[in-house]
């Protein structure tokens, strides 16, 4: 790591915002032109509908915006604020990176895998694509970050070769693991949406983004990223789906999702009520049938009905990698606090 004065450290900050501002209007060029099928660097940046060449002034990253008006200055069609607001999200990304993590090598790989996190949210919630390029240049550099343990995760593992024994980098393990975890999790979801729904209820891509992400969190922290990207998704998915039902008259589904998902959070109010330990696994046990019950019908009913509203998934698991990449340790520590304290 560069370490540098702190009389300095406003003026550091300063130039990541900067850059990040102006790497966040390329990124907003790759995202768009993968999705448009075109070369990323020729031709030069133009308005998409009147094809006019845009000018220099047309080019500084939010302030363009700005100045024009959100309007192209030649055929006055209004410029999607997508624009400044993918600028102003990747310089607060590389802030917070150089914040994090200094002017070091870590930073610079994770820089890499914010970049490709950005794309990948552009193409997924535009038009749920997840261009491979994006997700699959993760893994490789993502287990080079962690076998050179860039994230300075205490300890290895012994691997006796017989001739020699070879110490690899804990962290290395864990990313080993986590791209497992998420290639079976995503693979078995996709195989079992095909045996409910008749169809991918998840894309391949998904695999491939936490697969990605894995190679630099590690297990835990993939695990963590999954959980905050389901939770982010079924923010705006329920109300969807419930809309949907009622439309729909899908009362049954209403009722039957409600109770999966009722029952299933149960057991996590249960551990805080003054039971004894035979009751609790008793009840608990009977809540969890209960919404195995409740899933199996829902389930029936969304596939009878054939209705299955579909959101991107990339998007929230973005957020998801995101929110474990930067406070994912605090997390888990606060979990690990809250669980060890008695009931």
Known sequence: MITFDVQLQPYVMLFALLFGLCIGSFLNVVGLRFLADEPVVLPPSHCP???TLLRPIDNIPVLSYLILGGQCHSCKVPISIQYPLIELAT???????????????????????????????????????????????????????????LGHVPGDIPLDLGMVVIHLPQAFISALI??????????????????????????????????????????PLTVLALMLGFL??????????????????????????????????APLVLMNLPLTPNVRLMVS???????????????RQVRTAQTFTYLPLGPALVLGILVALFWGSPIMAGYQHFMSQPR
């Not at 002017?103 to 895998?113: G, I, K, P, V, Y």
């Not at 914010?114 to 261009?131: A, G, K, M, Q, Y």
């Not at 046990?285 to 389930?299: D, E, W």
């Open 178 to 219: 986590g791209i497992v975890i998420a290639l079976v999790f995503f693979e078995g979801l996709i195989l079992i949406s095909r045996l409910f729904f008749g169809t991918d209820g998840f894309g391949h891509g998904d695999t491939h983004l936490m697969m990605g992400a894995a190679a630099f969190l590690g297990w």
């Open 285 to 299: 046990m009977g809540c969890l049938l209960l919404s195995l019950g409740g899933l199996i019908v829902f389930l």
């Open 49 to 51: 509908k009147c094809q």
């Open 91 to 149: 310089g607060v990304l590389f802030c917070m990176v150089v914040w994090a993590f200094g002017l070091s090598w870590q930073s610079l790989f994770l820089l890499f895998l914010v970049c490709n996190l950005i794309v990948i949210f552009i193409t997924d919630l535009r038009e749920s694509l997840i261009f491979q390029i994006n997700s699959l240049s993760l893994i490789p550099v993502g287990l080079l970050f962690s076998f050179l343990n």
């Open 232 to 265: 982010m998704q079924t923010i705006p998915a329920i109300p969807l789906l419930v809309l949907q039902w009622i439309k729909n008259k899908q009362y049954m589904s209403l009722i039957s999702g409600s109770v999966a998902m009722l029952a299933g959070g």
